[in-house]
C-alpha cells in the first residue's frame, strides 16, 4: 500500500538502479530493456523478436542476474515434447523393491524462464508453456501443481526464418503482455559491443533486487491512480482498432481484419501503471497510454492481405490510431 509520495520515488529509484546495472552489460536498447521491465514489473510475460545476433538471450540471463530469482532456460527445438517442459513422473523402487512413483518437475518450475525460440516447436509443446502462462499451473501424471511466484516467461524469436518453424497463432500470442521488438545497434553501440566482449574481462551484472522487492514494486504499480478521462482515451485507443468501429480511421478500416480485445486494454492500463511509477508519478497520464500502446497493440492487431501486401506493418497502424485519437482528444 502507498502511503507517501516518498515511497513512490524511493521505487523509482530502485527501478533505475536496476535498469542501470542492465545497461552496465547491455550495450544501448534501452527501450527494449525499459519495456521488458516494464513487463516484469506488471507481472506479465514478454515475446521478443528480433534477427539473431542481437543479444536477446543475453539480455534475458543479465535480467535474471540483476534480480535473485530462480533462472532456467528452455531451447526450443521441433523435437522439444511437452513433458521436457512440465516435468514427469518417474517410477522409483524403494530398498523394499517396492514400487513407489515421484515427479520430476521440468524447467518451466523457475521465476524467470527464457523460452528461447519460441517458434521452432511444436504447437503441441507451444501449448504446454502458454497453459503454463495463463494458468500458472502446471497439470502432469493426473495432478495440478502450482508454479513458483513471481513466474515470469521471455520468450525470444526469429521474424526472418519460417522454414521449420511453427507460428504462435494470434490467440497464443495474446497470452503474452508486451511484444518487444529488438532492432539493429547503431554504429557506435556496435563499437562498444565489440570492446566488451572480446576483453579478457566481461562485465557481470550484479544483483540489486530480489523476489520480494520485486513483488512490493508490482503491488505499488497496482495502486497508481488512473483517472476516468485518461481511461476513457485508453478504451477509445482500442475501440479505435477495429474496422467496424464508427471512430475507426480509414486505415483501420481498410487494412485490419481483427482489432484488439479486452486483454489488450488490460494491458495498456497495467503497463502505464508502471511507467508511472517509473517515473515517480502516482497517477497515469496520456503520455504513459502512448508510450505503452504500440509493444501492447503490435500483437494483437491482425492485419488483412491488403496491408501485408502494400508493406504495412501493425506498428504503422498503431502509430495511425494514436494519431487520430490525439487530433480528437
Known amino acids: 500500500m502507498i502511503e507517501s509520495k516518498e515511497q513512490i520515488t524511493q521505487a523509482a529509484e530502485r527501478i533505475a538502479a536496476l535498469q542501470a546495472e542492465i545497461g552496465s552489460v547491455i550495450v544501448g536498447q534501452k527501450t527494449v530493456v525499459e519495456q521488458l521491465l516494464w513487463c516484469l514489473l506488471a507481472g506479465g510475460h514478454a515475446l521478443l523478436e528480433g534477427i539473431p545476433g542481437l543479444g536477446k538471450t543475453m539480455l534475458v540471463r543479465t535480467v535474471a542476474d540483476t534480480i535473485s530469482l530462480q533462472y532456467s532456460r528452455i531451447q526450443f527445438t521441433p523435437d522439444l515434447m511437452p513433458a521436457d517442459i512440465t516435468g514427469t513422473t518417474l517410477i522409483d523402487f524403494t530398498e523394499q523393491g517396492a514400487a513407489g512413483r515421484s515427479f520430476q518437475p521440468g524447467p518451466i518450475f523457475g521465476n524467470l524462464v527464457l523460452a528461447d525460440e ?88 550484479q544483483v540489486k533486487m530480489n523476489g520480494e522487492e520485486l513483488t512490493e514494486l508490482q503491488l505499488y504499480a497496482k495502486h497508481i491512480l488512473v483517472a476516468d478521462d485518461v481511461l ?59 508510450e505503452v500502446a504500440v509493444p501492447a497493440l503490435r500483437h494483437r492487431i491482425v492485419l488483412g492481405y491488403e496491408a501485408q501486401a502494400a508493406g504495412i506493418t501493425t506498428d504503422q497502424m498503431a502509430e495511425s490510431i494514436l494519431s487520430a485519437l490525439e487530433l480528437t482528444r
Not at 554504429?187 to 557481470?204: D, M, N, S
Not at 488490460?266 to 508519478?281: E, M, N, P, T, W
Open 232 to 290: 476513457d482515451l485508453a478504451v477509445r485507443l482500442v475501440m479505435m482498432t477495429h474496422p467496424a468501429e464508427a471512430d475507426a480511421p480509414d486505415d483501420v478500416k481498410r487494412y485490419v481484419r481483427f482489432g484488439a480485445g479486452p486483454r489488450a486494454l488490460q494491458a495498456i492500463v497495467a503497463v502505464s501503471k508502471v511507467r508511472a511509477l517509473c517515473s515517480g508519478k502516482l497517477h497515469v497520464s496520456w503520455s504513459d497510454i502512448r
Open 118 to 205: 519460441i517458434n521452432r516447436a511444436t504447437p503441441k509443446t507451444q501449448s504446454a508453456l502458454l497453459e503454463a502462462m495463463q494458468e500458472g499451473t502446471v497439470t502432469a501424471g493426473g495432478e495440478t501443481r502450482q508454479l513458483p511466484r513471481p513466474f515470469f516467461v521471455l520468450a525470444t524469436q526469429n521474424p526472418i526464418e519460417q522454414e521449420g518453424t511453427y507460428p504462435l497463432p494470434e490467440a497464443q500470442l495474446d497470452r503474452f503482455l508486451l511484444k518487444i521488438g529488438v532492432s539493429y545497434p547503431t554504429r557506435e553501440e556496435l563499437k562498444e559491443i565489440v570492446l566488451r566482449t572480446t576483453a579478457a574481462v566481461q562485465p557481470r551484472a
